[in-house]
């Protein structure tokens, strides 16, 4: 052989061994991120899903992807989001919220769907059964419906003279519905009245406190909808402003200055999350992997707060806190 046809076929050799090793290297799955809120509300959510995946292999940019997919809040492009992630092909679809979890379910029946949801996923429909899903969807399931009694019961302990307690629902959202009904039983039970109160964005948050404020100042149960979530720092200041006794369901809100919460910690409930879409990713079936309950709760209580709003909580509910912040 000639030495520049030599030449000529080694050069073409070595461009086209990358191009061939590239086209062996296997494609990179896809998880959707499905959500009702915001990509920089869902910071957190998506940090602890990144821990479960990694505890279990995979670690995003280098052996999964992450598509993410927000609402802004406005239930009625949740379906549109979620048609777009089917289309994309993703391996698995995580969902935070009830409303995000249904527009997947009605999008697709074959791609496995990993849920964070705080309403019972049975009675909605969801999954067959706790133990055995028996479809494509699993999850977490939150309880927050089933504690929103004791949320309630919380709020008479702190302030006993209440006869009226709020409640703040986000009416579009699909968990309100179910924690209306256990918090009217609740408040029955209690001999109060609740008052709802409605909102479906931040300003009519803003709106509804002030309302309340001028009618009673009642103690307010804060429903666990994600509005509700991602705005724990805007919920704690009109609270503080409106003199609002407020019970919240994570401990975010007591974190940015507000009262009191009752709930899980999120960061674990997401981080169950991440570990079921790895596991799925390994090759487990959604219908296989029974619905996770988060049942542990814990009761943030904060002081600061309750010197601003002239409050004493009662020693016996301090001593059942599991953080007091002072």
Avoid at 204 to 210: H, K, S, W
Avoid at 293 to 306: D, G, T, Y
Wanted: charged share 20%.
């Amino acid at each position: 052989m000639r030495r520049r046809e030599f030449i000529t076929l080694t050069g073409c050799a070595a461009v086209a061994w990358p191009i061939a090793v590239r086209a062996q290297q296997p494609v990179m799955p896809v998880i959707g991120f499905l959500s009702i809120g915001s990509r920089e509300a869902d910071t957190s959510r998506m940090n602890a899903v990144r821990r479960g995946l990694t505890e279990i292999g995979y670690v995003e940019g280098q052996s999964v992807a992450i598509e993410y997919r927000g609402a802004q809040h406005q239930h009625d492009r949740l379906p549109a989001l979620a048609v777009d992630l089917v289309s994309r092909q993703a391996a698995v679809i995580i969902v935070v919220s009830t409303s995000a979890t249904l527009a997947a379910k009605a999008a697709t029946n074959t791609i496995p769907i990993v849920f964070s949801i705080g309403a019972d996923p049975v009675q909605l429909g969801l999954v067959t059964s706790l133990n055995r899903p028996g479809g494509n969807i699993t999850g977490v399931y939150v309880q927050n419906t089933g504690v929103m009694g004791k949320r309630l019961e919380l709020l008479r302990e702190t302030v006993p003279t209440a006869r009226v307690i709020g409640y703040l629902a986000n009416p579009k959202s699909a968990v309100t519905a179910p924690e209306t009904e256990a918090l009217h039983e609740a408040a029955r039970t209690s001999g109060v009245e609740l008052r709802v109160l409605n909102a479906t964005n931040e300003s009519e948050i803003d709106t509804a406190l002030a309302t309340l404020a001028k009618e009673r100042s009642a103690p307010l149960v804060v429903s666990s909808d994600n509005l509700f979530t991602d705005n724990p720092v805007q919920l704690a200041g009109l609270a503080a402003l409106h003199a609002i006794p407020l019970i919240h369901a994570y401990r975010q809100f007591a974190a940015a200055g507000g009262l009191m919460s009752y709930g899980p910690d999120l960061a674990d409930v997401y981080r169950q999350v991440g570990i079921y879409a790895g596991r799925i990713l390994k090759g487990a079936k959604a219908t296989d992997l029974p619905v996770h309950q988060a049942v542990k709760v814990e009761l943030v209580i904060n002081l600061k707060a309750a010197r601003v709003l002239g409050i004493t909580f009662p020693l016996q509910l301090l001593g059942r806190a599991d953080e007091v912040i002072e």
